[in-house]
């Protein structure tokens, strides 16, 4: 491996940590959640972090994993120079979350699988082979279907049953028993941690231009990459109280952009094209609505400790079946429902659908998307792209448009309220 290859796949984090870094200096509590963004693109932490489970993906309810596993090591994809490495093991026509998360299991700089379990769920045709490549090439992984169906009480009980035999593999390889305990308590730390993340957003969504829209974004997702997941939900809220201080203390001028919801493929760090695009074109993000956000969204309610750990468990089966997003299935119903919830709450002026090349199953969902938006008269952008940057000119004359057009709408309805 050439020298110049490691230091152009940490570059390539450390352009997005200094963008936000500069952005948002009056944050200083902010710093620790960029160090631990950079930690995961650092050959020396990564060489030592040894993982003992692999998670591929977000579609495996995290209660099981941290009911067995005290630090799962996501992979989510979003690194341009992961995907390069992944070109000799894939079809070109594979899709960039399927190659970069390949490049991160399967690369001449650091090996997070010499220990590691993999396990994912097996939601599209990209991830079947995915799964097959790393097989083949003599990893362990262990892999569940979804159902296609999320509301039939069979899928409930087949889901349940995976489910299971997932958490109990997994409590093999690290030694932690899978019991109702340990289930109970993983319920009560990945519900603290989803209401934290909320509270984060929701104090974000006040502060308006004090916090930028890349900042939020990642500190969002630093969910999925930080080591202590305690640790994680402590500096929240000192960044929490942060934010609230400024906003006691000082006055900044509302922002009046067009504000825009974010929906299709997951936007992952350090890819941040579509946020810079916003941006550039003079619009906010008034939220992101992709399966990422849908699952820290999911809370199971409280548990008792007479709860066996079969009944617990296909309660937490029922709540993810229905609401997850799923390439196997026809439609997502739950993601349909939580983009409706969203738009009512936040009645954004605009919808940019993100699609990244290959991952066909967020087309499917679109015309039902496109409908519902029209009827509350609100207009969709449908932005088709890849971990690539040269096509950030040609995209930015296209969201400047959108912008330009959600702008004019917004002025032409002040008018009328004036006149009204």
């Given at each position: ?6 230091n152009?796949?940490?570059?390539e ?8 870094q ?54 989510l ?9 992944a ?9 960039p979350f ?12 650091f ?7 993999i ?11 995915l ?14 279907d979804?159902p ?5 009480e ?21 030694g ?7 289930l109970?308590e ?8 989803h ?9 974000a969504?006040?502060?308006?231009n ?39 203390h ?20 350090p ?90 199953e967020?087309?499917?969902?679109l ?26 000119e ?27």
């Amino acid at each position: 491996m050439k020298p110049m290859e490691h230091n152009a796949f940490f570059n390539e984090a450390l352009e997005t940590i200094n963008r936000i870094q500069n952005e948002n200096r009056m944050l200083p509590e902010l710093n620790w959640f960029l160090a631990a963004a950079a930690a995961r693109f650092d050959q020396h932490y990564l060489q030592s972090r040894n993982p003992q489970v692999i998670v591929l993906g977000d579609d495996i309810p995290a209660e099981v994993l941290y009911a067995v596993c005290e630090r799962p090591f996501y992979v989510l994809g979003g690194s341009l120079e992961t995907a390069h490495w992944a070109d000799d093991l894939t079809p070109r026509d594979t899709d960039p979350f399927s190659r970069s998360s390949l490049g991160w299991l399967l690369n001449p700089a650091f090996d997070l699988t010499e220990n590691a379990l993999i396990v994912t769920a097996v939601s599209s045709d990209s991830r079947r082979k995915l799964v097959s490549i790393l097989q083949s090439s003599g990893r362990k992984v262990a892999a569940i279907d979804v159902p296609p169906s999320d509301q039939s009480e069979n899928a409930v009980r087949y889901f349940t049953e995976q489910l299971v035999t997932l958490a109990e593999t997994i409590g093999k390889h690290t030694g932690k028993r899978f019991n109702s305990r340990h289930l109970r308590e993983a319920v009560k730390k990945v519900a603290a941690a989803h209401g934290k993340r909320q509270q984060f957003l929701d104090i974000a969504q006040a502060a308006g231009n004090i916090i930028s829209d890349e900042a939020v974004l990642l500190v969002a997702q630093s969910m999925y990459f930080a080591d202590s997941l305690d640790e994680w939900q402590s500096r929240l809220s000192l960044l929490c109280g942060e934010l609230e201080n400024l906003l006691k203390h000082y006055a900044f001028r509302l922002q009046d952009k067009p504000r825009v919801l974010i929906l299709g493929s997951p936007v992952v760090f350090p890819n941040y094209k579509v946020p810079q695009l916003i941006a550039s074109a003079g619009m906010t993000i008034a939220a992101v609505a992709d399966s990422l956000s849908l699952e820290a969204a999911l809370t199971v309610t409280r548990t008792n400790r007479f709860h066996s750990a079969d009944s617990l468990l296909r309660r937490i089966a029922q709540i993810h079946l229905n609401m997850i997003a799923s390439g196997a299935r026809i439609y997502n119903t739950g993601l349909y429902s939580y983009v409706m919830k969203m738009i009512e709450q936040l009645k954004p002026d605009g919808i940019v659908c993100h699609i990244l090349k290959g991952q066909i199953e967020y087309d499917f969902e679109l015309p039902q998307l496109e409908k519902a938006a029209e009827k509350k008269n609100i207009p969709v952008f449908r932005l088709e792209t890849d971990y690539q940057y040269q096509d950030m000119e040609q995209l930015r004359i296209r969201m400047e448009a959108f912008g330009e057009m959600l702008t004019q709408r917004k002025l032409v309805a002040q008018r009328y309220r004036h006149t009204a």
